[in-house]
């Protein structure tokens, strides 16, 4: 056959290993880290499905390969009971699809502790690091003699020697993004007067003996795969000037560089693009290697679409692309371009709730895929024991999942719209520019359930006479929720504009908007007018914006509001007129915050008229999503999702 991505698509040699595609997943942490680091059946799933979905190359993160880390993260250690079975039953879930099993080497260096679950215990930890110094948080750095140097070093070709013996065929050691071995690169952390400081080539030095100890111990014909921070995008730290110098002088210990950017903490939103960033932001930076060196160069950062995936391999800019967060949100994505059905990928919206998660509840979660952090409860749809019909009410991603899950089932599915445009409320995504992903999750979603077999009812509102008529075993209720807008005088005029109905009428935004409401509805509306170059102000009562964003998302959220919206908190909004919102402090004065449109954004509310109505329509009757709590796109679909596997 004729692959529609035929660079994206084909093999790629590197010494002895043949790779099936170049689409690589990147590094990512399991979800059931054992207290002594070893890698559970969970993280084991987890790796495995993103093999099965056909990714050419999956790594485990991240092996700490120290004591002085003390991060609760992965070891691979033989004193540890069931640390190298672990590891094997990982190498193995991975290989016995086609895909070839690589495990991440690091160490945390100063910045270890930082996958503790309980912060407080950083600070009864020796952190080490190039230099002796106080980190931000006031945790103590202590300085690596040179008798630990050489421990640590030792200590990454043993662990990599136990990676091959467990079954893995490549290593990556982690120079980037701040850790160890990066904070001896770089210029910010590295203040050393002996031989691992001041030149660039002293600075190496630490990261070239960890190579020739890695490859001492694994062999010749063994992959390394070097990971590094093409720029740390930060001041006092390197650029892309010195990332070139970098991967010249490591070259010839590595078989792949891998290209990433940023730097701990201070480039999180670049390492990791945000839905503020171009995909591909740091591509640029394995391209400006990649003239430099002959070794293979991957590169990484927010990269979802086939068609730039594509032009990246094609044009040269480099051999090997990896992803995270996309193949969390589809781990089939590789095959799906390999197959010839990208239209079929459910792409990533870079909302943060995988990463939030795994900060807050040490858990893996994606937003538009529930199989993520439950892998082992089966990845394939098993069909019902009894075809049942089957009503879903609402299509919006909640009502879209579970339509699409239970059709697979092999259920009789029917969905009910009332509108002539399914997506519920991400209908309104549409208008805000960095989050048209967002928009287009429905109609992916609508795609799989039209494919599955769904038959789609629009512009019909599901009265309980129309279900009944129907006759249905289940019905799903996914109705949503509608916007609140309270008795407050003046909020229904000319001049108001609901936020969700923002996307039907942008043309009458005038040049001067304050947006009432600073949840995270509010502020993301409220920047995307500050990006259109509109003077914005943005009224809170609360005294803090948008606590319902997410952990991980919530910071380069507030940055973008500092940089586009003049923000007000603590302000209770009393009456809108026609020249902005008349507000009361907190003190009981008043003040008039201008503006010629005003942006209602106050929250919203679950239908429950319509859950009423229906609830007795059928044997089996589910309330998911916003119908039953407002809450986020994640928990819509992951509810739909087993509703549907409960029928």
Same mark, same amino acid.
């Given at each position: 056959?004729?692959?529609?991505?035929?660079?994206?698509?084909?093999?790629?040699?590197?010494?002895?290993?043949?790779?099936?595609?170049?689409?690589?997943?990147?590094?990512?942490?399991?979800?059931?880290?054992?207290?002594?680091?070893?890698?559970?059946?969970?993280?084991?799933?987890?790796?495995?499905?993103? *093999?099965?979905?056909?990714?050419?190359? #999956?790594?485990?993160?991240?092996?700490?390969?120290?004591?002085?880390?003390?991060?609760?993260?992965?070891?691979?250690?033989?004193?540890?009971?069931?640390?190298?079975?672990?590891?094997?039953?990982?190498?193995?879930?991975?290989?016995?699809?086609?895909?070839?099993?690589?495990?991440?080497?690091?160490?945390?260096?100063?910045?270890?502790?930082?996958?503790?679950?309980?912060?407080?215990?950083?600070?009864?930890?020796?952190?080490?690091?190039?230099?002796?110094?106080?980190?931000?948080?006031?945790?103590?750095?202590?300085?690596?003699?040179?008798?630990?140097?050489?421990?640590?070093?030792?200590?990454?070709?043993?662990? *990599?020697?136990?990676? +091959?013996?467990?079954?893995?065929?490549? #290593?990556? !050691?982690?120079?980037?993004?701040?850790?160890? !071995?990066?904070?001896?690169?770089?210029?910010?952390?590295?203040?050393?007067?002996?031989?691992?400081?001041?030149?660039?080539?002293?600075?190496?030095?630490?990261?070239?003996?960890?190579?020739?100890?890695?490859?001492?111990? #694994?062999?010749?014909?063994?992959?390394?795969?070097?990971?590094?921070?093409?720029?740390?995008?930060?001041?006092?730290?390197?650029?892309?000037?010195?990332?070139?110098?970098?991967?010249?002088?490591?070259?010839?210990?590595?078989?792949?560089?891998?290209?990433?950017?940023?730097?701990?903490?201070?480039?999180?939103?670049?390492?990791?693009?945000?839905?503020?960033?171009?995909?591909?932001?740091?591509?640029?930076?394995?391209?400006?290697?990649?003239?430099?060196?002959? +070794?293979?160069?991957?590169?990484?950062?927010?990269?979802?679409?086939?068609?730039?995936?594509?032009?990246?391999?094609?044009?040269?800019?480099?051999?090997?692309?990896?992803?995270?967060?996309?193949?969390?949100?589809?781990?089939?994505?590789?095959?799906?371009?390999?197959?010839?059905?990208?239209?079929?990928?459910?792409?990533?919206?870079?909302?943060?709730?995988?990463?939030?998660?795994?900060?807050?509840?040490?858990?893996?979660?994606?937003?538009?895929?529930?199989?993520?952090?439950?892998?082992?409860?089966?990845?394939?749809?098993?069909?019902?024991?009894?075809?049942?019909?089957?009503?879903?009410?609402?299509?919006?991603?909640?009502?879209?999942?579970?339509?699409?899950?239970?059709?697979?089932?092999?259920?009789? $599915?029917?969905?009910?719209?009332?509108?002539?445009?399914?997506?519920?409320?991400?209908?309104?995504?549409?208008?805000?520019?960095?989050?048209?992903?967002?928009?287009?999750?429905?109609?992916?979603?609508?795609?799989?359930? +039209?494919?599955?077999?769904?038959?789609?009812?629009?512009?019909?509102?599901?009265?309980?006479?129309?279900?009944?008529?129907?006759?249905?075993?289940? #019905? !799903?209720?996914?109705?949503?929720?509608?916007?609140? $807008?309270?008795?407050?005088?003046?909020?229904?005029?000319?001049?108001?504009?609901?936020?969700?109905?923002?996307?039907?009428?942008?043309? +009458?935004?005038?040049?001067?908007?304050? $947006?009432?409401?600073?949840?995270?509805?509010?502020?993301?509306?409220?920047?995307?007018?500050?990006?259109?170059?509109?003077?914005?102000?943005?009224?809170?009562?609360?005294?803090?914006?948008?606590?319902?964003?997410?952990?991980?998302?919530?910071?380069?959220?507030?940055?973008?509001?500092?940089?586009?919206?003049?923000?007000?908190?603590?302000?209770?909004?009393?009456?809108?007129?026609?020249?902005?919102?008349?507000?009361?402090?907190?003190?009981?004065?008043?003040?008039?915050?201008?503006?010629?449109?005003?942006?209602?954004?106050?929250?919203?509310?679950?239908?429950?008229?319509?859950?009423?109505?229906?609830?007795?329509?059928?044997?089996?009757?589910?309330?998911?999503?916003?119908?039953?709590? $407002?809450?986020?796109?994640?928990?819509?679909?992951?509810?739909?999702?087993?509703?549907?596997?409960?029928?």
């Amino acid at each position: 056959m004729e692959r529609q991505y035929k660079h994206l698509s084909s093999p790629i040699t590197i010494g002895r290993k043949t790779f099936r595609n170049r689409m690589f997943s990147a590094p990512m942490g399991g979800t059931d880290i054992t207290n002594d680091g070893c890698i559970g059946p969970k993280s084991a799933a987890f790796y495995e499905l993103r *093999a099965k979905g056909g990714a050419a190359a #999956v790594t485990v993160s991240e092996c700490m390969v120290h004591k002085t880390d003390g991060s609760h993260a992965y070891r691979l250690d033989e004193s540890i009971l069931n640390s190298l079975a672990g590891a094997t039953y990982a190498a193995d879930a991975i290989r016995r699809h086609g895909a070839i099993p690589s495990l991440e080497l690091s160490h945390s260096g100063m910045f270890a502790g930082t996958y503790m679950t309980d912060k407080t215990k950083q600070h009864e930890l020796v952190q080490y690091g190039p230099c002796d110094t106080v980190r931000a948080d006031g945790v103590k750095v202590k300085a690596l003699d040179e008798e630990l140097i050489t421990e640590i070093v030792h200590a990454y070709g043993h662990v *990599a020697s136990l990676a +091959k013996r467990a079954g893995f065929e490549m #290593v990556m !050691i982690h120079g980037g993004h701040g850790w160890l !071995i990066n904070q001896f690169l770089s210029p910010l952390f590295n203040h050393r007067e002996d031989e691992y400081g001041g030149s660039l080539e002293n600075r190496c030095r630490f990261a070239i003996r960890v190579l020739k100890s890695v490859r001492e111990a #694994v062999g010749p014909d063994f992959l390394i795969e070097f990971r590094m921070s093409g720029s740390e995008f930060t001041e006092g730290g390197y650029g892309l000037e010195d990332g070139v110098e970098i991967a010249k002088m490591i070259e010839p210990y590595v078989d792949i560089i891998h290209v990433s950017a940023g730097t701990y903490q201070k480039t999180f939103g670049i390492t990791h693009p945000s839905m503020f960033e171009e995909h591909g932001r740091n591509v640029f930076l394995a391209a400006e290697i990649k003239k430099h060196v002959s +070794k293979p160069v991957a590169t990484i950062g927010g990269l979802n679409d086939p068609e730039q995936l594509e032009e990246i391999i094609a044009s040269g800019k480099a051999d090997i692309v990896y992803m995270a967060r996309a193949l969390l949100a589809d781990p089939f994505l590789p095959r799906k371009v390999v197959e010839n059905r990208p239209e079929e990928i459910v792409k990533c919206l870079r909302c943060f709730t995988c990463m939030a998660e795994r900060a807050a509840t040490s858990t893996r979660r994606c937003t538009v895929n529930p199989l993520i952090g439950r892998e082992m409860e089966g990845d394939e749809i098993q069909k019902a024991p009894t075809k049942r019909k089957v009503v879903v009410v609402g299509g919006g991603p909640g009502g879209l999942y579970a339509a699409y899950t239970a059709a697979r089932r092999g259920h009789d $599915v029917t969905l009910y719209e009332k509108e002539n445009e399914l997506g519920g409320i991400l209908k309104s995504e549409q208008a805000i520019s960095f989050k048209h992903e967002m928009y287009e999750l429905s109609g992916t979603y609508a795609l799989l359930a +039209k494919r599955a077999g769904v038959t789609f009812k629009m512009n019909t509102e599901a009265t309980k006479e129309l279900i009944e008529k129907e006759n249905p075993y289940a #019905v !799903i209720i996914a109705t949503g929720s509608t916007p609140l $807008v309270p008795p407050i005088p003046g909020l229904k005029g000319d001049n108001v504009i609901v936020v969700n109905n923002y996307y039907k009428e942008k043309d +009458k935004v005038t040049d001067h908007v304050v $947006v009432f409401g600073g949840g995270l509805a509010g502020c993301e509306c409220a920047i995307h007018l500050g990006m259109e170059g509109k003077h914005v102000e943005l009224v809170e009562m609360r005294d803090q914006l948008a606590p319902d964003a997410n952990i991980r998302h919530r910071p380069l959220l507030l940055a973008q509001v500092d940089k586009y919206v003049q923000a007000h908190t603590g302000l209770k909004g009393l009456e809108v007129t026609p020249n902005g919102i008349l507000c009361e402090d907190k003190d009981g004065n008043k003040v008039t915050i201008e503006g010629t449109t005003v942006i209602c954004a106050l929250g919203q509310r679950s239908t429950t008229k319509t859950v009423e109505e229906l609830q007795d329509t059928a044997p089996f009757v589910r309330v998911i999503g916003d119908a039953a709590k $407002v809450s986020t796109i994640t928990n819509a679909v992951y509810w739909g999702y087993h509703a549907a596997l409960d029928i």
